[in-house]
């Protein structure tokens, strides 16, 4: 056996029984849920919540079970994902970070042993995010540096949307090096003086994600944690975009249950309706109905691009760079498609809920808007009309699709 082969899996983290898999954490779920809509009204961020999860290992569901984790397929962390997006949305997000973190590891161990991240998912620890800058950085150039300081090597610089890092033990930060320019992920250990995070997301919707800026002074990072972002996994952005697409669909789901509850209490009704009871009126079960349909579909959905990213994961297993390469375009399309199509399914199943119910539920103390507001922020990550040309660039020219996506200040034009 060649020292190559000593460093692969036996098996990889190709799927297990999901239902087995879903029953060690659905009561965890459940336990979530009972608390959401209170987090939501007072905006508490769920820290309490994500410890349990870290306990019962649910980080690590998609370590190889060689290594102690559970060997979840990426369809079945997706179908984990929507279910606990179902007890409260902003929590898929806020482990967004962890998860690609570690996929990148997974995808780095056909190459080099892993062991060390592994025993640390399987440990607890949680990985956050740090990539975006603000202010006037320009697209393509980043502001934070890793740095040689004495025997040590050191980052100094602002993120923002930096998802889920106030809950994690590490932060996946994009950096670049002062010594040679080259762009690298820094893997920082949170737990020191250098690093600073602060809860300022201001936005309307997956409020309580931890979605605020860091702060990096001198903070410490180890030679091995350095890691070159040319080595990336190339089907990152696509790994990226379905955690949101969990997040769409189980906020679908969580509109369409808190709605039917609502319908089955409800006992005032319109003299212009079709029943004495509401959820005997044919036109409300029809509006239950059809938004039931909309969500069942975009879980559906989302479950057949988790399988181009999961291709995409073995492939890189497979010695064949002809079939890898056919696959980071497949799980790249297949995630812009699914995203086109469950924005618009989820954003209209939650809206049009409302027609189901008189205008009492737009009461504050229901919060039901809050569907539609995680919704509608989650959409609006990788704008739309960016995927619907880079789908229909690819199907008319064959044009290969971004596998990076940056964001900064553009040029003025003259």
């Known amino acids: 056996m060649t020292a190559q082969q000593q460093h692969l899996p036996p098996v990889l983290s190709t799927g297990t029984d999901y239902q087995a898999l879903a029953e060690r954490f659905r009561p ?19 820290f309490e919540q994500v410890k349990w999860l870290k306990e019962a290992g649910f980080g690590a569901v998609r370590v190889p ?32 970070g962890h998860f690609a973190f570690v996929e990148d590891r997974l995808n780095a161990h056909a190459s080099s042993p892993q ?26 150039e980043v502001g934070t540096r890793v740095s040689r300081q004495g025997d040590q090597w050191v980052v100094n610089g602002t993120k923002y949307y930096s998802t889920g890092s106030i809950f994690a033990d590490w932060i996946d930060l994009y950096a670049q090096r002062d010594d040679n320019g080259s762009d690298v992920i820094a893997a920082v250990n949170v737990h020191q003086p250098g690093v600073k995070q602060s809860d ?15 702060v990096f002074e001198n903070a410490v990072v180890e030679a091995e944690n350095l890691i070159d972002f040319a080595t990336r996994f190339k089907y990152q952005t696509a790994f990226y975009q379905l955690v949101l697409l969990a997040v769409l669909a189980g906020s679908g789901r969580a509109a369409v249950r808190d709605i039917t509850e609502q319908v089955n209490k409800r006992t ?18 029809q509006v239950v109905g059809k938004a039931s349909a909309q969500v069942y579909a975009a879980e559906a959905t989302a479950l057949r691009a988790a399988g181009a990213s999961q291709r995409a994961y073995e492939s890189r297993f497979g010695n064949n760079s002809e079939a890898e390469h056919t696959a980071n375009i497949a799980a790249e399309l297949e995630s812009a498609q699914a995203q086109v199509v469950i924005s618009d399914l989820v954003l209209r199943a939650t809206s049009d809920l409302f027609n189901a ?3 009492s539920a737009t009461s504050t103390g229901k919060a039901l808007d809050r569907h539609w507001r ?13 995927k619907e040309r880079i789908i ?9 699709p971004p596998y990076v996506w940056q964001i900064g200040r553009g040029s003025k034009q003259g």
Request: proline letters at 3%; hydrophobic letters at 40%.
């Open 392 to 400: 229909g660039d690819w199907e008319i020219n064959g044009t290969e």
């Open 268 to 285: 005032r009704i319109f003299s212009t309706g079709n029943a004495s009871q509401v959820s005997q009126d044919v036109q409300v079960q």
């Open 65 to 96: 079970v060689e290594f102690g984790g559970a060997g979840a397929s990426l369809p079945q962390l997706l179908q984990l994902l929507i279910e606990l997006a179902e007890a409260d949305s902003n929590l898929p997000q806020a482990l967004r």
């Open 115 to 140: 062991d060390t991240w592994f025993k640390r998912f399987v440990e607890g620890d949680l990985v956050g995010n740090a990539w975006t800058e603000i202010g006037a950085v320009k697209i393509g």
């Open 357 to 359: 119910l008189g205008a």
């Open 374 to 386: 995680n919704a509608r922020t989650a959409a609006s990550h990788n704008p739309l009309i960016y």
């Open 200 to 214: 300022d997301w201001d936005g309307f919707g997956q409020r309580t994600t931890g979605s605020g800026t860091s």
């Open 28 to 46: 965890i779920f459940a336990r979530i849920q009972s608390g959401a809509l209170e987090r939501e009204q007072t905006r508490s961020l769920p």
